[in-house]
């Protein structure tokens, strides 16, 4: 990746950021707002009586603090992340810590992470892995002569990156943990990191998995589940059979927005992380590649600008945040289509949750300053 870890030294003044890919990420916004209100109706009105309860909740917590998150990270210059990049990892520890507190942190569905905020709550998760990506681009700059030896590259980022993980393993959140464990990998490969060092990452990150699947009964349904697709269809295969019902149903145009039959009482997470279904049932295929085009833009023209920042703590901060996104909805997409187990975590962009939403637009306004420095 010698394109990427090339460090150049002469720096251009600040320019304009990439409306191009501002225009990506407002189109991805916008595309997951309507698909919201649609999936969100037959939910809403059975629980609150109102049609579109959930859509104005998402521009309420989500949109309308994202859009000023956005816009407060592209005018901060970047390096000063690398500044505070300690300072913002302690923050993000002392948030996960709340949320074993009682009477703080929210306790639901077996896990611990949300913490309340009066009318809407905070899922510090999503804030933790942002500010480790940001911390791990530092260091990652830092040690970018030392990443290849085992004592001084290798083995601090694997006892650092344990120590984050473990925080998500007490929630439990194994399907953030995943998406975060994906990104660092691939962020210490693009620093350096060799072939043999990557193998032994993904071979300690596979057995930390299989064992936290194995003590949990819960994951373990979810696997056998996607081992045999056919076995109880009625009970611990019910969402991903209606996931492929609501899916291929779809055809190639798709019945038309706002006519999918399996969000209303069939289909469960319909705003959750089974929201691509609906895509795929009133969108049909046509709509569901065009999603997907969306996000490969999305990602490519990012990398593009990861290419171009002036130092490696621009590269690797960029690289990290596109890591994040794309893999936590190429794994949502694939598992609601069968390629993947069922693991609960949102489609980027599209799905009910507030402070993912913020987050994601601070992310992009972090690269949208990036954008403006060019080497």
């Known amino acids: 990746m010698v394109w990427f870890y090339e460090k150049r030294i002469d720096m251009r003044g600040a320019g304009s950021y990439d409306k191009i890919f501002f225009t990506l990420a407002m189109l991805l916004l916008v595309f997951g707002l309507f698909i919201l209100a649609s999936a969100s109706l037959g ?3 059975s629980q609150f009586g109102y049609p579109y309860y959930y859509l104005l909740h998402q521009i309420l917590v989500g949109v309308i603090p994202g859009l000023i998150l956005l816009y407060a990270a592209y005018r901060v210059p970047y390096l000063m ?8 990892l302690l923050a993000a520890f002392f948030l ?20 309340a905020l009066g009318f809407f709550s905070f899922q510090p998760a999503e804030f933790l892995k942002l500010a480790y990506v940001i911390y791990l681009a530092t260091w990652l700059e830092s040690k970018s002569k030392a990443i290849s030896s085992f ?3 290798f083995l601090p980022f694997l006892i650092m990156s344990a120590f984050i993980a473990s925080f998500l393993i007490l929630q439990p959140d194994i399907g953030t ?45 979810r696997l056998t589940v996607f081992l045999n ?39 469960p997470e319909p705003i959750g992380d089974s929201i691509f279904a ?51 909805a190429l794994i949502n997409i694939s598992a609601i289509v ?18 993912a939403l913020a987050l994601t637009l601070a992310e992009v306004g972090i690269i949208l300053n990036i954008s403006k420095k060019r080497a």
């Open 177 to 221: 943990l995943g998406v975060l464990l994906v990104s660092i990998l691939f962020m210490f490969f693009l620093s350096g990191g060799n072939f043999k060092q990557m193998a032994l990452l993904s071979l300690i990150g596979l057995v930390i998995i299989s064992i936290l699947i194995a003590i949990a009964p819960y994951r373990l349904d």
């Open 151 to 153: 004592k001084f590259g």
């Open 43 to 45: 939910i809403s009105v």
């Open 81 to 88: 992340w690398r500044k505070y990049a300690l300072l913002l």
């Open 278 to 328: 609906v895509v795929a049932e009133e969108l049909g295929f046509v709509g569901g590649i065009t999603l997907l085009a969306l996000f490969l833009l999305f990602f490519l023209r990012g990398i593009w600008t990861a290419s171009r920042a002036p130092d490696l703590f621009g590269k690797f901060l960029v690289a990290g945040i596109l890591f994040l996104i794309m893999f936590q």
């Open 96 to 115: 996960m810590f709340l949320v074993f507190v009682p009477g703080i942190g929210l306790y639901h569905g077996g896990a611990r992470r949300w913490i």
């Open 229 to 267: 697709l056919s076995n109880d269809p009625q009970g611990k295969n019910y969402q991903i059979n209606q996931s492929l019902i609501a899916a291929g149903s779809g055809g190639f145009w798709g019945r038309g927005f706002g006519l999918s039959r399996q969000k209303f009482n069939y289909l």
């Open 338 to 355: 069968g390629l993947l187990p069922l693991t609960g975590i949102p489609l980027s962009f599209v799905s009910y949750g507030g402070t």
